[in-house]
């Protein structure tokens, strides 16, 4: 699962939602509509790509890294690919909401010195709610820009491609305005049940203890149960086993100390591998870049070179 150029495929990992068809999707973004009475909670998933969800639904629970989140019609999500994330829309009830998937390389040289526009996706502070609720008049802007993605499918391949990568650059200028009055906000308390409760601790403990050492066993102990016990809970969530969470939230941890400026070596002994070699294979296999590539990319997107 790579994210290296425009033409890497789009794709669900342990998501058996509909996918896009072909007609309305190009390879680095897509925009959906969707609204069907909901199955129940889906399985804990995440994707290849970036991920502004809008929900149409009032009091739609939703699960983002162990943290729950109730959304009301219009709130947003921003979700990057190493966000693991579970709806748990009502069984039997309407479920609506508009997703909205695109690669970084769509808009890659966009932002400008004092303003990146991939700033919630990529450069995260400590105190970061994936939570966006954004004023009427940027709800109403959100709207418009939204119908105008999913109308520019009907459009030339050429100018289709300039209205998509427009049309993105200018969500994430009204979502990012959005976020700055979250972030001085906290996200509503949810309601769950006693498993999902359950696994929101573990999920939150390991994010707690990312820079030890964290086996099955010990988180076991942890919680009063048995390694079989945790993967039980993990598998009836959803296909992401807790090794692969904990890889992809010390991946996560490391793209925020090479975004702040962290050495290779640092980021990967403050976001618990032990093994600098290890983390140099993972992070590739995780990101499609090495480490060094990873944060020459973002320092030249957050300094970009003027036109001579």
């Not at 929900?55 to 990057?80: A, C, P, Q």
């Amino acid at each position: 699962m790579r994210i290296c150029s425009l033409n890497v495929p789009w794709r669900m990992v342990a998501h058996d939602e509909q996918r896009p068809s072909k007609d309305l999707f190009t390879a680095h973004v897509y925009f959906g509509d969707y609204s069907q009475p909901s199955t129940g909670a889906l399985p804990y998933h995440y994707h290849d790509s970036y991920e502004i969800f809008c929900s149409l639904n009032e009091s739609l629970l939703y699960r983002v890294n162990g943290s729950v989140y109730t959304m009301n019609r219009g709130d947003i999500l921003l979700l990057n690919q190493f966000d693991v994330h579970q709806s748990l829309a009502e069984p039997g009830k309407p479920y609506r909401r508009q997703v909205t998937i695109f690669f970084p390389e769509l808009i890659s040289g966009w932002s400008v010195p004092g303003y990146d526009l991939l700033r919630m996706f990529e450069r995260r502070e400590s105190a970061f709610m994936h939570l966006v609720r954004l004023s009427d008049e940027d709800y109403e802007q959100f709207q418009l820009l939204f119908a105008r993605g999913v109308a520019s499918a009907q459009l030339a391949d050429a100018e289709r491609e300039m209205i998509r990568r427009l049309t993105i650059a200018e969500m994430l200028v009204v979502v990012n305005r959005g976020a700055r009055v979250a972030a001085t906000q906290t996200a509503p308390p949810a309601a769950s049940t006693e498993e999902s409760l359950r696994l929101d601790r573990i999920m939150s403990f390991v994010d707690e203890h990312l820079t030890e050492e964290l086996t099955l066993a010990r988180i076991a102990a942890e919680f009063g149960t048995t390694p079989n016990g945790i993967n039980r809970l993990c598998r009836k969530a959803g296909s992401v086993t807790m090794h692969q969470y904990i890889l992809r939230r010390r991946v996560e941890r490391a793209r925020l100390e090479l975004s702040s400026g962290r050495s290779v070596t640092e980021a990967a002994f403050s976001s618990g591998f032990g093994n600098l070699s290890h983390f140099v294979r993972i992070f590739r296999q995780k990101t499609g870049l090495s480490p060094k590539q990873f944060q020459r990319q973002i320092l030249e997107r957050a300094s970009p070179t003027p036109p001579r």
